[in-house]
């Protein structure tokens, strides 16, 4: 598959933010819009029509020449069934909203309210005598 933004042989790290994919097989297109299924962001899907249609893709049904992939376009026109044999290419065209967002992160974040809370209830807890 070709990656325009990331050529390393060692397939897709992080966020495919940015990228586009262009499938040489049906084995290609099924990986690319694997990734573009568990993207958070949007994606623009570029048919051999020469149509884009940009939107989140919600939906994916893999079964050979019937598959296909369910897209709610960007603009707000009613979801959109596009077969595989119809894409040219795959962009991930949107800003992946949960980059740099990962559990570790989170924990990162929470633990001073986390630790506030312990010492605020601890407080109240000394004020009734129950410590």
């Known amino acids: 598959?070709?990656?325009?933004?990331?050529?390393?042989?060692?397939?897709?790290?992080?966020?495919?933010?940015?990228?586009?994919?262009?499938?040489?097989?049906?084995?290609?297109?099924?990986?690319?819009?694997?990734?573009?299924?568990?993207?958070?962001?949007?994606?623009?899907?570029?048919?051999?029509?020469?149509?884009?249609?940009?939107?989140?893709?919600?939906?994916?049904?893999?079964?050979?020449?019937?598959?296909?992939?369910?897209?709610f376009p960007s603009d707000g026109s009613a979801a959109r069934n596009i077969r595989y044999d119809q894409i040219a290419t795959i962009a991930f065209t949107g800003e992946d909203t949960a980059t740099g967002k990962s559990w570790e992160a989170w924990i990162a974040k929470k633990a001073p309210e986390r630790r506030a809370e312990v010492e605020r209830v601890a407080a109240e807890a000394r004020i009734r005598g129950i410590l």
């Open 1 to 71: 598959m070709t990656d325009t933004k990331n050529h390393s042989s060692g397939g897709v790290t992080g966020s495919p933010e940015g990228r586009v994919f262009q499938p040489g097989s049906f084995a290609e297109l099924a990986e690319a819009v694997e990734l573009a299924f568990d993207y958070r962001g949007d994606v623009t899907v570029s048919l051999i029509s020469g149509e884009s249609v940009s939107g989140y893709l919600f939906n994916r049904q893999v079964s050979g020449p019937d598959s296909y992939l369910e897209v």
